[in-house]
């Protein structure tokens, strides 16, 4: 009996301390979390790429403590990469409320200015990201962006060229200066450029094609050739390049390579407007005046230009009158 006495003893200590262990481990899965650790949940739920869940903790971390700046940043940025820029624009004012100098959040939030075209909005944002971080490469390009689109292009030229001197391998920045160029009628800048690009990406078709477009500006229609031929080098289907050739083979009169080149674009672009005109004019040269005519009018049933329409309707009553007058065919 005194064995049985405490056997029951010890069975209703371990259920006491069984029970006192459940409660513990319950009142410690259901305690109200801290701001701090749900924006510590966040952290972890944003490095496994579950955005919702992330989105959740870091709303539940603010209700509980408003005075949080990094909260409020790392809220933007998950909602910039969903897309929701308004929200995300929000969320990066609420930052910059406690944070006003907050390098990234001024960045990020003018970048989100810029794509909503609101530009002014953008340009000043970024000049206070600069005017704390003048060194910082990316925000001289996002500036060069946003001055670009305002059609400020010697501001977008100094803009690209400073980020370019702090980053000497943005292939980025180093094409969108050597554009800028090309419409500011400096080719040899552009040139130069495109080849600083070639030199960080060999194989980049932009600036390759670019380069072959700036050299047909500068009137070098040899470099012309060789870059549009190092441009289908990289892709055989690039239809502009075609285009391009058949351009510098025309003004290098060499008729049979331009036509040739001019359909082999249209065969890859049908819907191709500019192919159509340059090849009736090669035809015209040609004195092929039959398909000179017929290239010309399936020019104008693409192109929207009303001057350019205009332009070719009188252009096609001269050809109409050359071929009506007998003027030699070409076989």
């Given at each position: 009996?005194q064995?049985?006495?405490?056997?029951?003893?010890?069975?209703?200590?371990?259920?006491?301390?069984?029970?006192?262990?459940?409660?513990?481990?319950?009142?410690?899965?259901?305690?109200?979390?801290?701001?701090?650790?749900?924006?510590?949940?966040?952290?972890?739920?944003?490095?496994?790429?579950?955005?919702?869940?992330?989105?959740?903790?870091?709303?539940?971390?603010?209700?509980?403590?408003?005075?949080?700046?990094?909260?409020?940043?790392?809220?933007?940025?998950?909602?910039?990469?969903?897309?929701?820029?308004?929200?995300?624009?929000?969320?990066?004012?609420?930052?910059?409320?406690?944070?006003?100098?907050?390098?990234?959040?001024?960045?990020?939030?003018?970048?989100?200015?810029?794509?909503?075209?609101?530009?002014?909005?953008?340009?000043?944002?970024?000049?206070?990201?600069?005017?704390?971080?003048?060194?910082?490469?990316?925000?001289?390009?996002?500036?060069?962006?946003?001055?670009?689109?305002?059609?400020?292009?010697?501001?977008?030229?100094?803009?690209?060229?400073?980020?370019?001197?702090?980053?000497?391998a943005?292939?980025?920045?180093?094409?969108?200066?050597?554009?800028?160029?090309?419409?500011?009628?400096?080719?040899?800048?552009?040139?130069?450029?495109?080849?600083?690009?070639?030199?960080?990406?060999?194989?980049?078709?932009?600036?390759?094609?670019?380069?072959?477009?700036?050299?047909?500006?500068?009137?070098?229609?040899?470099?012309t050739?060789?870059?549009?031929?190092?441009?289908?080098?990289?892709?055989?289907?690039?239809?502009?390049?075609?285009?391009?050739?058949?351009?510098?083979?025309?003004?290098?009169?060499?008729?049979?390579?331009?036509?040739?080149?001019?359909?082999?674009?249209?065969?890859?672009?049908?819907?191709?407007?500019?192919?159509?005109?340059?090849?009736?004019?090669?035809?015209?040269?040609?004195?092929?005046?039959?398909?000179?005519?017929?290239?010309?009018?399936?020019?104008?049933?693409?192109?929207?230009?009303?001057t350019?329409q205009?332009?070719?309707?009188?252009?096609?009553?001269?050809?109409?009158?050359?071929?009506?007058?007998?003027?030699?065919q070409?076989?």
């Amino acid at each position: 009996m005194q064995s049985m006495g405490l056997w029951w003893m010890a069975a209703i200590v371990a259920i006491v301390l069984l029970a006192a262990g459940l409660g513990y481990v319950l009142l410690r899965r259901f305690k109200p979390l801290s701001a701090v650790g749900h924006y510590n949940l966040a952290l972890d739920f944003t490095a496994q790429g579950q955005t919702e869940k992330a989105i959740h903790h870091l709303l539940c971390s603010l209700a509980l403590d408003t005075e949080q700046a990094a909260a409020y940043y790392n809220l933007a940025v998950l909602y910039q990469q969903q897309q929701r820029l308004e929200e995300a624009q929000e969320q990066y004012e609420n930052a910059l409320t406690l944070e006003p100098e907050d390098v990234l959040s001024l960045y990020n939030l003018g970048l989100i200015q810029y794509n909503q075209k609101r530009y002014e909005d953008a340009l000043s944002v970024l000049d206070r990201a600069l005017a704390i971080a003048p060194e910082d490469a990316d925000i001289h390009y996002a500036r060069g962006l946003v001055l670009e689109e305002q059609n400020n292009l010697e501001g977008a030229c100094q803009a690209y060229q400073s980020c370019c001197e702090r980053d000497a391998a943005n292939v980025s920045a180093t094409l969108l200066l050597g554009k800028v160029f090309d419409r500011l009628n400096r080719f040899p800048e552009a040139i130069e450029s495109y080849l600083r690009v070639l030199e960080l990406d060999p194989n980049n078709l932009e600036a390759t094609y670019e380069l072959s477009i700036s050299k047909a500006k500068s009137g070098d229609w040899e470099g012309t050739i060789q870059y549009c031929q190092k441009t289908l080098g990289i892709d055989p289907n690039y239809a502009r390049a075609y285009n391009q050739l058949g351009l510098a083979f025309y003004c290098t009169n060499r008729l049979p390579e331009s036509i040739e080149n001019y359909k082999r674009a249209l065969e890859l672009d049908p819907s191709y407007a500019t192919a159509y005109n340059n090849l009736g004019y090669a035809y015209e040269k040609q004195r092929d005046f039959k398909n000179a005519i017929s290239m010309f009018e399936y020019y104008l049933t693409l192109t929207q230009d009303a001057t350019e329409q205009a332009d070719i309707k009188t252009h096609l009553e001269l050809l109409g009158n050359k071929l009506a007058g007998g003027q030699k065919q070409a076989e």
